[in-house]
């Protein structure tokens, strides 16, 4: 893919995450923008973590230790 391709599809993740954490925020009774960034940071917590793990272990695959 070309970088032009990596950047829309980012862009379309990072909307998406606003339009969920917007929903969450506007089903609160009271709306904030420390609040709307809490949740935001937790939803893409939820998203980066096992992202990590998976890459984690796809190098753990790709590249074993050879002694």
Do not use: E, R
């Not at 969450?24 to 939820?46: A, E, P």
């Amino acid at each position: 893919m070309k970088k032009t391709d990596w950047l829309i599809a980012l862009s379309f993740i990072v909307i998406g995450l606003s339009c969920l954490a917007m929903a969450i925020l506007f089903s609160l009774s009271h709306y904030s923008t420390l609040i709307f960034f809490g949740i935001l940071f937790q939803i893409c917590l939820w998203f980066i973590i096992p992202l990590l793990i998976l890459i984690f272990i796809w190098i753990i695959l790709k590249f074993p230790n050879k002694k």
